[in-house]
């Protein structure tokens, strides 16, 4: 069983590519455990349609898939250009205007961002995903900036911007995001991923905004500002804020430079992991699988090395969402996790993991230890909230993890924690041990050749006690 179950978790964007009941289906049956709904492109009713068919294959599938919502925040870009294409040269002059929606041939630039009120002269800024180079000479009107261009190149209409050194004071949650915000908790989606954070505060004014909304989604901070990375200090305060970390690594290699990505990632999934976070690993995982039907060897590589480094999720953005290849990349991408999990251990971190109660974290460590000391085949969680069943996860165990609670939301919360099987049972003081007996009599629990029973430890508490988990028991089914 545990050969066949794989622990890393697979996050897949929906987009175009896989715009139908069916692809997703698909998509989720190939081994998809989260869907993400990129909200800097689509529109509501779309969204609507898109959760009505993640929520019915899980249900065909029997399962909980998470269904995340990645904010867009203040993506900066440039607004029409002439022709859809301007050629810059080393020495240009461009200024970039936020008064102005069209573009007359001229070097006078529209903008879909007032950067007059945040960059400073001398500040770098980088048009087109890095391909362009330029610096801030001057703040011309209160509405606009000139830029002299750095290198010979070309830009489009609506490419993006990166400031990787200016300081935009917490103002990351734009008017566009606070009406989809309010959108989402309307649609009770499990997690929502806040794009450019650049500090603590920014998670804390998203989770007040959330609770204002009634909402109870799980914050996922995106790593992928210069100013979040500049000190190991910086971003463990935004771990210990937040609830997951997402490794942004497209707009992170333009902002701070592609070689701090690799280092950068994995302390990040080091300190997610010794504080009982979530951590996704995202961008370019399998890249070249939007045109191609097989992974590069170094693509194989990445995702085993997030898989080694003991990421919770690895995720796929243009895979899934414009590729040619959607399901034939997510099979590729389980058939990595699972040779690399079967013929690797997950790197240790240095510190033990502290979680935000010692308790959980005492018990999680004693669960591990017991159920690898005596060969079990998987820990069975009982859980009101899902604290537990984190905490049992971030000890990064070598067998699967079957959590078991009444509440769809906890359960939804799980699916992209690492080695997680969540199920919604209605609760009885035996549920946990009932779900085990279930899944051997379907095959999803397979007794082993050497054995005649499955050996489960079971871990429980009192029902709907957030906290209340007490009882470790062994079982043979």
Request: one cysteine or more.
């Amino acid at each position: 069983m545990s050969k066949l179950f794989k622990r890393t978790k697979i996050l897949a964007t929906i987009g175009p590519a896989v715009f139908s009941e069916e692809k997703i289906e698909e998509l989720i049956m190939a081994g998809v455990n989260g869907c993400r709904l990129n909200f800097s492109h689509g529109d509501y009713t779309e969204r609507d349609q898109q959760i009505e068919w993640i929520r019915k294959a899980a249900a065909k599938k029997g399962r909980s898939v998470a269904i995340l919502q990645d904010l867009q925040g203040p993506k900066i870009r440039l607004g029409e250009i002439q022709n859809n294409h301007m050629d810059v040269r080393t020495g240009d002059e461009l200024i970039l205007d936020n008064s102005i929606t069209t573009h007359d041939g001229s070097n006078i630039i529209p903008v879909q961002y007032n950067l007059a009120e945040k960059v400073k002269v001398g500040e770098p800024l980088s048009m087109f995903d890095g391909k362009v180079k330029s610096e801030v000479t001057e703040i011309v009107s209160n509405t606009a900036i000139k830029v002299k261009v750095l290198n010979d190149g070309f830009i489009m209409s609506h490419k993006g911007l990166n400031l990787p050194d200016t300081d935009f004071g917490g103002d990351i949650i734009t008017e566009k995001d606070m009406a989809d915000i309010e959108f989402g908790a309307s649609r009770d989606f499990d997690y929502v991923a806040l794009s450019f954070v650049q500090s603590a505060e920014d998670i804390e004014k998203l989770r007040q905004i959330l609770l204002s909304h009634g909402s109870t989604a799980r914050i996922i901070a995106k790593i992928e500002t210069k100013k979040a990375i500049e000190s190991d200090e910086t971003m463990e305060a935004i771990v210990k804020a937040t609830d997951g970390i997402m490794v942004a690594r497209g707009d992170m290699a333009v902002e701070a430079g592609a070689e701090v990505v690799p280092i950068v990632q994995r302390k990040l999934i080091a300190m997610c992991r010794e504080h009982s976070k979530l951590c996704i690993v995202a961008t370019q995982m399998m890249g070249s699988m939007v045109e191609n039907p097989e992974p590069t060897r170094a693509e194989v590589s990445d995702v085993a090395n997030a898989v080694i480094q003991g990421a919770d999720a690895v995720m796929l953005s243009d895979e899934t969402a414009n590729g040619k290849y959607p399901v034939e990349t997510v099979k590729a991408m389980k058939k990595v996790i699972l040779y690399t999990q079967n013929h690797s251990h997950v790197s240790p971190i240095n510190h033990e993991v502290t979680g935000n109660y010692k308790s959980y974290d005492a018990i999680a460590n004693g669960v591990v230890s017991l159920a690898e000391k005596i060969d079990a085949d998987v820990i069975v969680c009982q859980t009101a909230s899902g604290a537990t069943a984190s905490a049992i996860a971030a000890q990064r165990p070598k067998l699967p993890i079957v959590t078991v609670t009444s509440n769809p939301r906890v359960a939804g919360q799980l699916a992209l924690t690492y080695a997680n099987s969540a199920f919604v049972r209605t609760y009885s003081e035996t549920y946990g041990q009932d779900l085990a007996s279930e899944l051997k009599e379907n095959g999803y629990l397979q007794v082993r050749e050497d054995k005649d029973d499955i050996l489960a430890v079971i871990i429980s508490g009192h029902k709907d006690t957030a906290g209340g988990t007490d009882t470790i028991h062994i079982v043979r089914i």
